[in-house]
């Protein structure tokens, strides 16, 4: 285990649970949210992993356990050989500037009453505490041309930007700290179709310049197939499958990735019309009491006995860097119907 | 004779900041039991051509200028507002794009579903009751015998958008119009309603508009496309015709921005620059400035209309705008810099 | 400008400026971008009763701070042979039944009302903001002690506490201040601490949080500014509220002591010789409603030009 803490980030059965406390009256416990619900991960420097999965599966909770804003139930964190999840709450100010977060909604995450050379300076400083005057000044204007803004705009205010134009100052901010690593939590979807491209092309150009290791976050398998090296599918807290962007989506072994994969609409009449989808049952089953066993078993499309609600499935390699959620219901979904 | 014919319908806000032409000159048609995609960016047009069907367009500031809108031989436009009542909700329904706020959160399920009936057929409780909970088991609510006393609260959104279906089509209406009604949910729920959507629509030969921003959803869907840029149609014609012969600049850009269907290694087409402003008169064609195959010549006073180019594939022509171009060698000079000009934020 | 991104390096200090001169002068062409405040400013500015509004409270303040150096009176010289007379071109608002001259105490009268009133507002407004945007930040037990703490003061039925201070310390202008001063800026903090929660889940402040700026950095630079509009509002709406206090307070003889007169002092004499006497009541009333309308209104037009969302449109 030990020579899997020296890669770059590395996560080991990381939970984070909320307790919803207890009922007033009553007293009787409200539940716990199982939102991610033991992860085991590990990243290497300069890749990019997508993670996807449906709303509410747990995406954000585990990137805002990583950046430390929740702190895990359980479970460890390491970045670069030091454990992240033990540094005390005072010290994690500190290191907080080696990874960054950009979040999804580009009207919500910058602060409306500072311009943007305001918001960008105090960034700067977290990495360079005494830059000042003309310095820091050029530093903002570099910052803003990297992310395709121009510089004789920093004294505006967010208002006065679009939202492609404040996901950039967002990305921008992010970037000031000169951080080794970036959770990407769904930066595009609040935008439109034709500003999205702007974006990611952006984050692209970036990470390979920059050699910025990257989390992108999203429930669009179109996009993160686009920019991830590698895709890991998030269900109800827990991964399902992991492997290689291609892989991912062009021969995915869990149903529930073929459901994935099945349900993005491909803007192409002819092969819409003519593929076959996995329709999945009903909705995601609450994270409070997540079924037992394959966590999959009330949506699964293919039939199944009892046994699935029982065995919690192995999480196993089942070709060179391509990991699933081994239920053999699941994953064989042809063989389970056929015989 | 098409269910729905609208010629020229322009719809314009009046505000302050000048006057808005939010839809300027849309004619379009749809027959029983087809499916009229509406796609465009953010901003378009394309709630506002809804809106204005069901005359439900805030009065004032906004105001329908001009146009007709057949529906089986009446004008929605000219109708009485009694008139109308008959016909919303009842041979012509809606789906709005949030599923947590067009539920009453206050009534039952049950209670909207039997207002929804009692309000246009004669029909006791009992019948109306049963003819509810028929309606969500058809669109896939499990247990729906006993969910359907329950508070829209208690349902998740994928949910609540499958009850706002089968409250929209409890009449069984000629035409139903669904705007964006999947963008707030997840792909697999979206899956889910839109299949719900197409078999209820085979089974009751119901005509839908189906408004999105996702030409994906369009592709799966549709049989008839309209492309809308700053309130007008620029192009229009059979979902095939639109996707593998698009004729407009902004339809062709606009399939180049999207990553499903580009090759990974590939850079995205970024349209540059910005939608019109629509308080501005707009001269020639609304999409020149941000065209990636622009002609040289002067901008004709008015926007070009859509022409046939065969087989009812129109589009709208400005004539200064290479349409053989391809976007490839567009990416491939390089000269897409996303650097924007000084001076290009919107002011709020 | 294609290259741009290659010459844009992040890591270390940069360089001797290879673009130098371009930055330097792109510098001097900054756009000043328009602050939410001075965007507010220009809506506040458009509304023409709030800017009435405005105006005529500064003349208000000027007229009771400057005036009582141009008037030949003096507030406290009585003139018993004179007594209570009417307005004449003497004494353009008459005088009082000690033959004081009016105008001059109600634009003396007018100084100690207004003064409570920003002092006390002004005090709440601290305490109000720093205590509720602690809270809020904090969460948790903290917050929990801390607002249980606002309960009990608001719990204290309000005379009492202010007969209880004026029993245990005597009577002064200043306990006063103290004591309205403790008792406004609970709803103050209140509201701020409800607004800091709602920020608090904003992306922005996590962003913040994620750059690992200190707490107070955080709660003085990007929670406070983004709840001063409804605290701004509020302060207007609160100096009234004050100064009505105070005019209680002097009612029941807890306030402002003779010789010394407030608006309140003076509104009580006045409505005591009414039938006789009416101008005694009529101009310093009329003034303190002036004052309460004024502030009113400008609090009115505040939130619409702070909040356009909430206004008409
Ligand atoms: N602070 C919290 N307290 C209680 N439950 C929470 C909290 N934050 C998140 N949850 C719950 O945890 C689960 C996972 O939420 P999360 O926001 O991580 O989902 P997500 O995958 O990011 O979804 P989305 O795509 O909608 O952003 C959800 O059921 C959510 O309700
Ligand atoms: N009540 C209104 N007052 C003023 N302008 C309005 C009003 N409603 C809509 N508009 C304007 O009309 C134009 C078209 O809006 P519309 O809602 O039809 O866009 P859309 O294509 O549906 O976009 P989206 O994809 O964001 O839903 C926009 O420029 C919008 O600002
Ligand atoms: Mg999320
Ligand atoms: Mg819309």
């Given at each position: 285990m030990s020579d899997r803490r020296d890669d770059f980030l590395v996560l080991e059965n990381v939970k984070t649970h909320f307790d919803l406390g207890r009922d007033f009256l009553t007293r009787r416990s409200k539940g716990v949210?199982?939102?991610?619900?033991g992860i085991s991960l590990t990243i290497k420097e300069g890749e990019t992993l997508g993670l996807v999965g449906e709303s509410g599966c747990g995406k954000s909770t585990l990137s805002r356990t990583i950046m430390q804003l929740i702190r895990p139930t359980s479970g460890k964190i390491w970045l670069e050989g030091k454990e992240l999840s033990a540094i005390s709450d005072r010290d994690i100010r500190d290191v907080r500037k080696n990874f960054q977060m950009i979040f999804q909604d580009p009207y919500a995450s910058l602060n409306p009453r500072m311009t943007v050379l305001d918001t960008l300076s105090e960034a700067i400083r977290t990495r360079h505490p005494d830059s000042k005057g003309d310095d820091l000044l050029q530093r903002v204007s570099e910052l803003l041309r990297t992310v395709g803004l121009n510089p004789a705009q920093m004294k505006r205010y967010p208002h006065e930007f679009s939202g492609g134009q404040r996901q950039r100052v967002a990305i921008a901010r992010a970037l000031a700290p000169e951080p080794k690593l970036i959770i990407a939590d769904e930066p595009v979807s609040a935008l439109d179709v034709s500003i999205q491209s702007q974006i990611l092309n952006l984050l692209k150009r970036l990470k390979s310049e920059m050699g910025l290791t990257m989390i992108f976050v999203s429930h669009d398998l179109s996009v993160v197939r686009y920019i991830s090296d590698r895709i890991a599918v998030m269900y109800l807290g827990r991964i399902t499958e992991l492997g290689n962007a291609e892989t991912i989506v062009d021969d995915p072994l869990h149903i529930y990735t073929k459901a994935l994969t099945s349900a993005i609409p491909v803007p192409d009449p002819r092969a819409e019309h003519s593929r076959k989808r996995v329709i999945l049952q009903g909705d995601q089953p609450s994270p409070i009491d997540p079924p037992s066993g394959c966590n999959f078993w009330p949506r699964s499309p293919v039939e199944h006995d009892a046994q699935m609600k029982e065995t919690v499935p192995e999480f196993v390699e089942v070709a060179t860097g391509h990991w699933v959620s081994n239920c053999r219901f699941c994953v064989e979904p042809t063989a389970a119907t056929s015989g | 004779m098409a269910l729905l014919e609208v010629e020229d319908l322009a719809t314009h806000f009046h505000t302050r900041e000048g006057t808005v032409r939010a839809v300027d000159g849309v004619s379009f048609s749809i027959d029983k039991g087809e499916t009229l995609g509406i796609v465009g960016e953010s901003g378009s047009g394309k709630s506002v051509t809804c809106y204005s069907l069901m005359r439900l367009i805030p009065e004032p500031p906004g105001r329908i200028e001009r146009g007709v809108a057949r529906f089986d031989g009446q004008d929605l436009l000219q109708m009485s507002k009694s008139d109308l009542r008959h016909v919303r909700g009842d041979r012509i329904s809606m789906i709005f794009q949030d599923p947590m706020t067009s539920l009453n959160p206050y009534l039952r399920i049950s209670t909207q579903l039997i207002e929804a009936q009692q309000t246009h057929r004669d029909i006791d409780n009992k019948a109306a009751l049963f003819k509810a909970i028929e309606g969500l088991e058809e669109v896939g609510i499990p247990d729906a015998a006993n969910r359907v006393k329950s508070y829209p609260h208690e349902f998740s959104g994928g949910m609540r958008q499958r009850v706002m279906i089968a409250m929209a089509l409890i009449n069984e209406p000629d035409l139903l119009i669904a705007d964006?009604?999947?963008?707030?949910?997840d792909v697999t729920v979206q899956a889910q309603i839109l299949d719900i959507i197409k078999q209820r629509q085979e089974r009751l030969g119901t005509a839908v508009i189906l408004v999105t921003h996702d030409l994906g959803v369009v592709a799966g869907n549709c049989d008839k496309v309209n492309v809308m840029y700053a309130g007008q149609i620029v192009e229009s014609g059979s979902a095939e015709q639109v996707f593998y012969e698009a004729k407009h600049a902004y339809t062709r850009s606009l399939q180049k921005t999207i990553p499903s269907l580009q090759e990974k290694g590939q850079e995205l087409y970024t349209i540059p620059g910005l939608p019109p402003d629509l308080t501005k008169p707009i001269n020639g064609c609304a999409f020149h400035p941000r065209c990636p195959f622009p002609k040289t010549g002067a901008a004709e006073t008015g926007r070009p209309t859509l022409k046939d180019v065969g087989d009812g594939h129109c589009f709208a022509d400005c004539g200064y705008c290479d349409s053989s171009g391809s976007i490839e060698d567009v990416l491939a000079k390089g000269?897409?810099?996303?650097i924007q000009l000084p001076g290009e934020g919107v002011k709020a | 400008m294609s290259n741009i991104s290659q010459t844009?390096?992040?890591?270390?200090?940069?360089?001797?400026?290879?673009a130098g001169p371009a930055v330097a002068a792109m510098l001097e062409e900054l756009e000043e971008g328009s602050s939410l405040w001075k965007d507010a400013w220009a809506r506040l500015r458009k509304n023409k009763l709030a800017l009435t509004s405005l105006f005529l409270f500064i003349l208000i303040v000027l007229f009771c701070v400057v005036g009582p150096f141009l008037s030949p009176y003096d507030s406290q010289a009585q003139d018993l042979f004179v007594g209570a007379e009417g307005p004449s071109a003497a004494h353009w608002f008459g005088t009082d039944t000690l033959g004081r001259d009016l105008l001059v105490r109600v634009m003396e009268g007018g100084r100690i009302s207004l003064l409570v009133g920003l002092v006390a507002t002004t005090v709440s407004l601290m305490i109000g903001v720093i205590f509720g945007a602690v809270a809020g930040y904090m969460g948790g037990r903290v917050d929990a002690a801390m607002m249980r703490f606002v309960d009990l003061l608001y719990a204290l039925p309000f005379t009492i506490f202010v007969i209880l201070l004026m029993v245990a310390f005597g009577r002064s202008l200043w306990l006063m201040f103290v004591a309205i001063g403790c008792v406004e800026w609970l709803t103050m903090a209140r509201i701020v601490r409800s607004g800091v929660i709602g920020l608090k889940k904003q992306e922005f402040v996590e962003a913040a949080v994620s750059l690992g700026y200190s707490h107070t950095r955080i709660i003085l630079r990007h929670l406070i500014p983004n709840v001063l509009g409804p605290v701004i509002v509020i302060s207007t709406l609160t100096v009234p509220a004050v100064m009505l206090l105070e005019a209680f307070l002097s009612f029941l003889g807890l306030g402002v002591q003779p010789p010394f007169a407030s608006w309140g002092v003076l509104i009580n004499e006045g409505q005591q010789n009414m039938e006789i006497f009416p101008w005694l009541l009529i101009f310093p009333a009329f003034f303190f409603a002036l004052t309460l309308f004024c502030l009113n209104f400008l609090g009115d037009g505040l939130r619409d030009a702070l909040d356009p969302k909430s206004a008409k449109d």
């Open positions: 949210v199982k939102a991610v619900d | 964006e009604p999947t963008t707030a949910l000269d897409t810099d996303d | 844009a390096t992040l890591q270390g200090k940069p360089q001797p400026d290879p």
